[in-house]
């Protein structure tokens, strides 16, 4: 069953198509009434920033051409990629994207395997 979930504020197509795909799975785990709607939304704005960035470097590559045609600079989309990045990490935990509590039921196994692998 597909159910519309209306955001807060318009979205862009691209932002849109985040917004539902994360809207269904979060209610499909019963967790849509805790989830913070508006930080959702942002969420998905700044998605779809980090990814024009990311096609910006991958078309044109992290070094570009600068004031003459010998010069080559850092790509100026990457730090606006890298601080988009940065958000998503953060906005990711504030929505909660993935329900906490598995993660934390896993951590003791998780910190075992690696200690198992460190050796």
Request: glycine share 2%.
């Amino acid at each position: 069953m597909h159910l519309e979930f209306n955001p807060p504020v318009p979205l862009s197509i691209t932002a849109r198509k985040t917004w539902d795909r994360h809207a269904q799975r979060i209610y499909s785990e019963g967790r849509w009434p805790i989830v913070n709607q508006d930080m959702l939304v942002v969420f998905c704005q700044t998605l779809e920033l980090y990814e024009q960035c990311k096609a910006e470097i991958d078309a044109h590559g992290v070094l570009v051409q600068g004031r003459t045609t010998r010069e080559l600079v850092r790509n100026p989309a990457l730090t606006p990629l890298n601080q988009a990045r940065a958000s998503l990490v953060h906005l990711a935990r504030a929505v909660p994207l993935v329900d906490p509590k598995p993660a934390h039921e896993s951590a003791a196994f998780d910190a075992y395997l690696d200690e198992l692998l460190a050796e």
